[in-house]
């Protein structure tokens, strides 16, 4: 690697030659403000907020996009560096909603805490605004695109990560704007409902359907029996959020909060997580010995389900008909739970929360109804929802001490919280499926080949006499790849696991801000950690679980349970 | 053979034909079937001849008459007097606007005696739709040099003697341009034309591309050859149907004689042209925007570097000079970078088209050796202001060009010295204005169109020009405020500081330039509430001077009834109730109602 010697603000560093400038500044320790540069995203150049002087340089320059050179002296706080950075930003408000106090992003808003870090103190343009329509037409995302700076992280994201495509710059001059094409609402554009994009926006442009005012109102009607469910993620992150370090694990806090808040029951989507392996093993094993089709694809994640009934209809017959564990969770809620507790469906209310802005659409679809008698989730709240709940109620979140989830169906295994994490479904199910099928108990429960943060993960694990090939995968972009590779018939594995956001649910669209590499390696770190202090590693060992079977399922892929465990996909017009 | 003892050459550009010389064209071919002149007398189609003020054009050779707005009724005197009976028809000639003379010779006409006619040395001259008229007149020539006796270094050198800068507006040198480009790794490289001219009032890349296709194909085959692309895009703007016309004939006919496609001269050297419609984006004239825009994105500009030189076209090294640079290639292949480097000055060579237009007698193409004064190109060329009105300024390089004073009249035009007093050669655009424009307006009018053509990527550009354009507004609405003008200067010098691209960087120019050589304008709308130039109609009163004798004629105009005074007395008006609708000062015999 060629090294190059820049000069910033006066210190010499050295630096790769493929560094860009801004690169370089961070890595001599000086932090200057950036809008529309993301980490993980290609920079653009566009916001202009990260200018900075380059010796010789006919004017300021981009530090985002440009690269450094031998001997470059840049300087970034000087008169012109200033003004132009406080000009940008003052242009920025200018065109923005002062709303601040009843904004969604409130404190939390990276246009504000520039703003705050520039020391603004007014604004002298008050001229045109933009004037859109918000786009609320779906269950899981709002646009607000008066909000919306231009940065164009959220077509990046969908773009580069996703590959989803859904958003373009429209219009030009002060008009330009940022919408799917023809502008219509991402209802009807080929929208997964992933909410990456959401959370790469700087500002509150496009944030998450905000349910927390019905479940307040659920839990204050006393003729409600209100129960809530917490995906697996949701408790390495939802720390960060309250204040906590980045992997934070903090379910016996979450739980305590939540019967803070006033749930009646709080439960674990880790129990239907294990229930999930059980059926989908016991489908995988069924498809492998009928010659059913594969390789099988997992089901769990409703942005990769979106996206493969939107983009790839014709593949829809390698989906695993098993309903996700949110899914499962209500139907049992419904159904199971009601005739246990002898409370009737229709007077429960059942609260899922998730990592994940999909679910909010998937617990919206209409067979998503056991009883006959409305959704079986009634309403998904974000990791982000959750936090501000919390906040809401006045809970002093880091000094709440452990409690234990209800019985029975807060019962889980390590097996199901790895669920969480890119790879984990895949390891949860080899732990079932190589023990059923073989009658033996495994030496070592965890297959690394299969963890990490790799785009996709290949390996062969022997199952018996088979050696099975297996596919894991995140993000839709990298789901694209073996999609791809399965319809062009080169892609001979038997098993797929596919999450649609990085890292898995750990770097859902529904979590925390600010999650970028580092974050979600100490997220998925806490996962694993919790699987390793559990007690019961395996989904068949999980005694609620084999209850469950035992008094009411009967078996995995039995009637009762295929009536419903189980779903069916359809493809999607849109876009 | 068959005896041709006359050519009319019918001029069949843009302006022309809009002025109805098709039409013109059909009359007279049938006016000579009539009269049986039909074999002896040649109707040639040309492109543009640059006077397009005066159009229809017509030129009958071998005199070399020049005939101006004829029209179709026209025809029978035409054809019985010039070509029957050899007289010329004195009443369609050309007459100078101060001496009123009629010229009755195109080279003799004020429009055309200083100018230097190379680029556009064919246009008006040929027929644009037979390679056979380009050939005779000695193109491809150039080609053919190159290919059979030339190394590409030798021709990317020769581009460099030459000393030839873009004509696209940044007035990059060209040979070194085509030099990073032949210099940068890649297995395929690619030529692109710029022809997406955008610049209000510029249309010198249209009138070469209507009226001598082949000169530019061929620049573009030669530069192909120089840097090491076998493939070529010439970039056109869909709103020029006849440029892409032409261009798609001339193509074919340079295909068909092997100019262009596989082994051309046999010397193992491919070269393919494909068109690109371009669909009238302003910004897709920013080179990294256009690439954007052939490769079917979006046409948005992106950071540089790295320059399409070393990553353009699909990531390809890409070499993009505008049409006018293009076709200064084949001259100076042909006589030599020494010959080429000796007109022009010393750091801007060769010549310069410009489109004349706005308060101008000549409106029209002209193009001149580079260093000529813009007082030489402006009333010698131009034929100077029309209605006696007075020069006031001239705006020169489009809407990212600066707006020059008439203390600046004698200024050399070149690259640099037009940069030093605020301005740029841009694409060789002239507006000229006279004492009736205002001057905040006018810059009000630059700053709209850059901000409506912005590509919105850019905060600085696309927030900034509308906050300047908002902060212009009020000043010519007359609700200007202390500390507007110092606003505009902030907001004008970031946006130069901190835009990604060429169009933001230089969109604050029309104001900046305006400002600081009629800031006084700019005080007067604020300070006095009063347009000087009288155009700010919230600015604008009618006043009744001295001169009144009460007759009461303006009274009893007034449709809002506001202006009183007794019979043979001073009438006056009232200004709070006052529509400025001037029906009074256009009635009032005496001209005793000014404006201001």
């Known amino acids: ?575 | 053979m068959q005896y041709i003892r006359a050519h009319v050459l019918i001029c069949a550009g843009t302006g022309c034909t809009a002025s109805g010389s098709k039409k013109l064209e059909a009359a007279l071919h049938e006016e000579l079937v009539k009269k049986g002149l039909d074999k002896e007398i040649k109707i040639v189609e040309t492109g543009c001849h640059g006077f397009c003020e005066a159009g229809p054009l017509v030129i009958i050779y071998p005199e070399g008459t020049f005939y101006v707005r004829v029209k179709e009724e026209d025809v029978p005197e035409l054809v019985e007097s010039h070509l029957y009976k050899g007289r010329v028809v004195e009443r369609l000639l050309y007459k100078e606007p101060v001496t009123h003379e009629s010229v009755p010779n195109y080279n003799e006409l004020g429009f055309y005696k200083k100018q230097r006619r190379m680029v556009l040395g064919n246009c008006g001259h040929i027929n644009p739709e037979i390679i056979g008229d380009y050939i005779a007149n000695g193109g491809y020539e150039a080609l053919a040099k190159v290919l059979t006796s030339m190394s590409s270094g030798a021709v990317v050198n020769e581009i460099k003697q030459a000393g030839l800068r873009g004509r696209g507006g940044g007035g990059f040198p060209t040979g070194m341009k085509w030099e990073f480009t032949q210099k940068a790794t890649g297995d395929k490289k690619y030529v692109v034309c710029n022809a997406d001219e955008g610049d209000p009032g510029a249309f010198m890349d249209r009138s070469i591309l209507e009226g001598d296709p082949h000169r530019v194909i061929e620049g573009m085959t030669v530069c192909g050859y120089a840097i090491g692309a076998d493939e070529g895009y010439l970039y056109v703007r869909a709103e020029y149907p006849l440029a892409i016309k032409r261009l798609t004939i001339a193509i074919a006919q340079a295909e068909e004689l092997g100019l262009l496609g596989e082994n051309i001269f046999n010397s193992g050297f491919n070269f393919h042209l494909k068109i690109k419609e371009g669909a009238g984006a302003f910004v897709c004239g920013e080179e990294t925007a256009l690439l954007a825009s052939i490769e079917g994105k979006r046409g948005m500009p992106r950071p540089r570097p790295p320059f399409p030189a070393i990553s353009g076209l699909w990531g390809k090294p890409t070499n993009i000079n505008n049409v006018e640079t293009f076709a200064n290639i084949p001259q100076i292949i042909n006589n030599g970078a020494a010959w080429y480097a000796a007109i022009g000055t010393e750091k801007s060579k060769g010549t310069k088209v410009f489109a004349l237009t706005g308060r101008i007698n000549h409106t029209g193409l002209a193009e001149v050796p580079m260093g000529i004064t813009m007082r030489e190109i402006i009333f010698d060329i131009g034929g100077g202001i029309p209605d006696g009105k007075n020069f006031k300024a001239v705006q020169i390089g489009g809407p990212s060009g600066g707006c020059l004073p008439k203390e600046l009249l004698d200024l050399p035009v070149d690259y640099d010295s037009l940069v030093q007093v605020g301005a740029m050669m841009g694409s060789g655009g002239l507006v000229v204005m006279d004492e009736t424009t205002c001057m905040v307006d006018l810059a009000k009018f630059f700053l709209a169109f850059t901000q409506s053509e912005s590509c919105g990527k850019c905060t600085p550009c696309r927030e900034g020009t509308m906050r300047m354009l908002e902060i212009l507004t009020r000043i010519t609405d007359g609700e200007g405020k202390v500390g507007d003008i110092e606003l505009l200067e902030e907001l004008a010098r970031n946006i130069k500081n901190t835009a990604l691209c060429g169009l933001g960087q230089t969109a604050p120019n029309p104001v900046l330039s305006t400002l600081r050589y009629f800031r006084q304008e700019y005080e007067t709308h604020i300070n006095e509430k009063r347009c000087p130039a009288g155009v700010c109609s919230a600015l604008t009163g009618y006043k009744i001077t001295d001169k009144c004798i009460g007759c009461g004629l303006c009274k009893k105009t007034c449709p809002a009834e506001v202006i009183s005074g007794e019979l043979k007395g001073r009438h006056t008006i009232d200004q709070e109730k006052c529509i400025k609708c001037g029906d009074c000062a256009a009635k009032c015999p005496l001209k005793a109602i000014i404006k201001g």
């Not at chain 1, 400038?21 to 653009?44: D, F, M, N, S, W």
């Not at chain 1, 679910?359 to 679809?365: G, I, Q």
């Not at chain 1, 079977?549 to 017009?573: C, F, N």
Request: some cysteine; charged content about 25%; proline content about 5%.
């Open chain 1, 1 to 575: 690697m060629e090294l190059v010697k820049v000069t910033i603000d006066g210190r010499q560093i050295e630096v790769a030659k493929t560094t860009t400038v801004l690169e370089a500044i961070q890595k001599a320790g000086i932090k200057i403000p950036t809008l529309c540069y993301h980490p993980e995203l290609r920079p653009e150049g566009a916001c202009r907020v990260c200018m900075v002087e380059v010796e010789g340089a006919r004017s300021l320059v981009a530090s985002c996009v440009y690269p450094v050179s031998q001997g470059m002296v840049v300087r970034t706080n000087t008169a012109a560096v200033r003004e132009a950075r406080r000009m940008v930003v003052e242009l920025l408000l200018a065109n923005h909603p002062k709303d601040c106090f009843t904004c969604a992003r409130n404190l939390n808003c990276e246009l504000q805490t520039i703003a705050a870090d520039l020391g603004l103190r007014g604004i002298r343009f008050e001229g045109k605004r933009k004037s859109i329509p918000i786009d609320a037409n779906n269950p899981s995302l709002v646009r607000e695109q008066e909000k919306c700076i231009l940065c164009g992280r959220c077509i990046r994201a969908c773009s580069e990560r996703q590959g989803v495509h859904v958003y373009s710059f429209v219009k030009r001059g002060f008009n330009t704007n940022v919408a799917p094409a023809f502008e219509v609402g991402l209802d009807k554009a080929p929208c997964t409902f992933c909410g990456q994009c959401a959370t790469v926006c700087p500002t509150a442009a496009i944030v998450e359907k905000d349910d927390t005012r019905e479940v307040w109102q659920a839990i204050s009607d006393s003729t409600k029996h209100v129960v809530v469910q917490t995906a697996p993620a949701v408790r390495v992150a939802l720390g960060e959020a309250l204040g906590m370090g980045p992997g934070s694990v903090v379910t016996g806090k979450m739980v305590a909060a939540l019967r803070n808040l006033g749930f009646n029951r709080v439960f674990d989507t880790d129990f239907t997580a294990d229930l999930t392996i059980m059926e989908e093993g016991y489908e995988f094993i069924s498809r492998l010995n009928n010659g059913g089709k594969l390789p099988m694809i997992t089901s769990c994640s409703p942005g990769w389900v979106n996206f493969v009934e939107i983009m790839y209809p014709e593949l829809l017959g390698h989906l695993s008909t098993a309903k996700s564990p949110q899914q499962m969770f209500g139907a049992l809620v419904k159904t199971y739970y009601a005739e246990k507790s002898g409370i009737k469906p229709q007077d429960i209310v059942s609260v899922a929360i998730m990592p994940c802005t999909a679910k909010k659409a998937e617990a919206a679809r209409e067979e998503m109804d056991s009883t006959g008698c409305g959704p079986d989730v009634d309403f998904v709240l974000t990791t982000r929802e959750l936090a501000r709940m919390i906040k809401e109620a006045g809970i002093d979140f880091s000094s709440l001490t452990a409690e234990q989830f209800d019985a029975p169906l807060g019962i889980s295994t390590g097996a199901g919280v790895i669920f969480g994490a890119t790879g984990g479904v895949m390891e949860a199910a080899l732990r079932t499926v190589v023990e059923v099928v073989t009658g033996k108990e495994l030496d070592c429960l965890e297959f690394h080949a299969v963890r990490g943060l790799n785009g996709v993960k290949e390996a062969e694990i022997p199952v018996g006499d088979l050696k099975v090939k297996l596919a894991v995968t995140h993000t839709l972009s990298n789901a694209r790849k073996l999609l791809d590779k399965i319809n062009s018939g080169d892609a001979d594995y038997h098993f797929i696991e596919i999450m649609a956001c990085p890292g898995g649910c750990i770097g859902g669209g529904g979590q925390p801000y600010a999650s970028c590499g580092d974050i979600r390696q100490k997220r998925l770190n806490s996962i694993y950690e919790c699987d390793q202090c559990s007690s019961l590693r395996k989904s068949h060992e999980n005694p609620a679980v084999k209850e469950l079977y035992d008094t009411w399922l009967g078996k995995p892929l039995g009637e009762k349970s295929y009536q419903i465990l189980h779903t069916h996909y359809h493809p999607q017009q849109r876009g």
